[in-house]
């Protein structure tokens, strides 16, 4: 096929919301140029996402733009329920400090988050932001180049890419492209959505409140100093504003009150039969929808752009068998559902339904918040283990593999930073002490170096992690999440055969100080 090479591109991204900006940004800090095709021409306005958790400020912190988000972001006490006259019946606390190095739970206005990743996008000579612009075709994939073709104020155009994101949103005419269907998990409500300022004293716990009352559910949650959202389920009838939130200000309250948005929603639960052809791949609400109240919606999406951005990069960088991007959908999907899902289930629990059997759940609801130790389980983090796979080995010690591995603060060359900072943006193996020839060998042949978590400088935390998984070394993928796991007493990993021909690495030593920071490699070299 004769492509004009004026228009070929490495990646084209539908979508230039969160979801697509923070996948270009990662692409880009590993050297992959990409076209971002986006309708709007600035950042939508009004604010729609409002809470993520640790591990999502972890991937913005990949993506060159945590400390921007720590600037706009507050974080939060975590949730509460409450009964039909807002007495408490539990509270699932989150940690100021969590697993991956930040508060358990922040929140933030969407807006500004965008501006943010707008801003760090323009610093960035790999990405290529048309704003305006109307997407008319993706595909179809075939073994060469996809085709992208777009419309904009001159007319007609197309691209060549070597693989597309679809990042456009529930209606994506990238899922309709690839021949994807929603698979219904059958939930869906309509709920009523207020966005106010005020400087007025709202009463509130510095969390998100969830009223669980099946005659008018609720969820409440201060944004920053003046912003505060308040969601209800939709029922007969016409409520003003000042009725449904009177709950919250004072009788006597005639102060300033802007309402910034209220609009109607139907919450949905649903999850796109397929996530890729070829290399077209959909993420975010593209490829899942999910109600919000255990606030995961974004944070799937980003989970989404953290886990296929590596394995494109280095596919198209470095080589690589392509089964390594059918590990995105085999991966993500049956992690977003599980998200879903849960969802769904608290959704139903915490607003009580519209059947029946409402009052029983209800009560059985607060029953098990009477139980010691449930509330603190059910705060831990909400993101499952991923499942068994080529790039997620399940062994002897199942309580590491699939999960993250901590983020504290390290010292490298002198330097504090944060573990992930100092890793870089490539593959690592931490070791409980000096490693053996084979480690050593095979971090030469992912372009590492085997690191001892006692040459790191921090509070002990990865020390702690690894004895109590049994573990004397871990190898950690790109996005944090542990691949294989040496056991106590071992002396090599299991699986390596199963995953080296995927990434096309070897066991013989070809370090490559490309893949890995100059701090880190001077303060491991022997």
């Not at 690839?178 to 998990?185: K, R």
């Not at 920053?224 to 969601?231: G, K, V």
């Not at 193996?429 to 690191?451: D, F, K, M, N, Y």
Request: charged share 25%; glycine share 10%; with cysteine.
């Amino acid at each position: 096929m004769n492509v004009d090479e004026a228009a070929r591109v490495p990646v084209v991204i539908v979508g230039a919301g969160p979801v697509g900006v923070t996948a270009a940004l990662l692409l880009a800090r590993r050297g992959v140029r990409s076209v971002v095709l986006e309708r709007h021409e600035d950042v939508y306005p009004l604010p729609r996402a409002v809470a993520n958790d640790d591990e999502i400020h972890r991937i913005l912190q990949a993506a060159g733009v945590g400390e921007e988000f720590t600037a706009i972001s507050r974080p939060a006490n975590g949730l509460r329920l409450l009964d039909a006259r807002h007495r408490v019946m539990a509270e699932f606390r989150r940690s100021r400090q969590g697993h991956h190095g930040y508060p358990q739970s922040s929140m933030f206005d969407q807006p500004e988050l965008e501006r943010v990743l707008r801003d760090a996008l323009a610093q960035r000579p790999e990405c290529d932001l048309r704003g305006g612009v109307e997407v008319t075709g993706v595909g179809p994939d075939t073994n060469g180049p996809v085709r992208v073709t777009y419309r904009d104020d001159h007319g007609e155009h197309e691209l060549w890419a070597d693989a597309v994101l679809g990042c456009d949103g529930a209606n994506s005419l990238t899922r309709e492209a690839i021949g994807g269907v929603w698979e219904d998990l059958h939930f869906e409500e309509k709920w009523t959505v207020i966005d106010a300022e005020t400087t007025g004293p709202v009463r509130c716990w510095e969390g998100v409140d969830q009223v669980c009352d099946p005659d008018r559910p609720g969820t409440f949650m201060r944004v920053n100093d003046t912003r505060y959202r308040w969601e209800f389920r939709l029922r007969d009838g016409r409520e003003t504003v000042r009725e449904l939130i009177a709950p919250w200000l004072p009788t006597s309250y005639d102060g300033d009150f802007e309402v910034v948005r209220e609009t109607q929603y139907t919450f949905r639960a649903r999850v796109a039969d397929r996530w890729r052809s070829g290399r077209v791949f959909l993420l975010g609400d593209a490829a899942h929808l999910t109600p919000p109240f255990i606030g995961q919606g974004l944070c799937a999406g980003l989970r989404d752009a953290y886990n296929l951005t590596w394995k494109l990069a280095r596919l198209l960088q470095q080589g690589g068998d392509e089964r390594l991007l059918a590990t995105y959908e085999s991966e993500r999907k049956p992690h977003a559902r599980h998200v879903v899902r849960l969802a769904v289930a608290l959704g139903w629990a915490m607003t009580g339904g519209q059947d029946g059997a409402a009052s029983i759940r209800r009560r059985a609801l607060a029953a098990a918040c009477r139980i010691p130790g449930l509330t603190e389980l059910a705060g831990r983090d909400l993101s499952p283990p991923l499942t068994a796979g080529p790039l997620v080995r399940r062994g002897v010690r199942r309580g590491l593999v699939g999960t993250h591995c901590p983020q504290p603060w390290v010292s490298v060359a002198g330097q504090r930073t944060r573990l992930d900072d100092a890793l870089g943006d490539s593959f690592a193996v931490l070791t409980a002490s000096e490693p053996g020839p084979a480690l050593t060998a095979l971090a030469h042949g992912l372009g590492v170096r085997a690191v001892p978590v006692t040459d790191l400088g921090d509070d002990g935390t990865l020390a702690a992690w690894l004895r109590a998984g049994r573990a004397d070394a871990v190898l950690v993928r790109p996005d944090r999440v542990v691949m294989d796991v040496v056991p106590s007493g071992g002396r090599d990993f299991t699986s390596t055969a199963a995953w080296a021909s995927l990434l096309h690495t070897t066991r013989s030593p070809v370090p490559s100080a490309r893949t890995a920071p100059k701090s880190l490699l001077r303060s491991t070299t022997r």
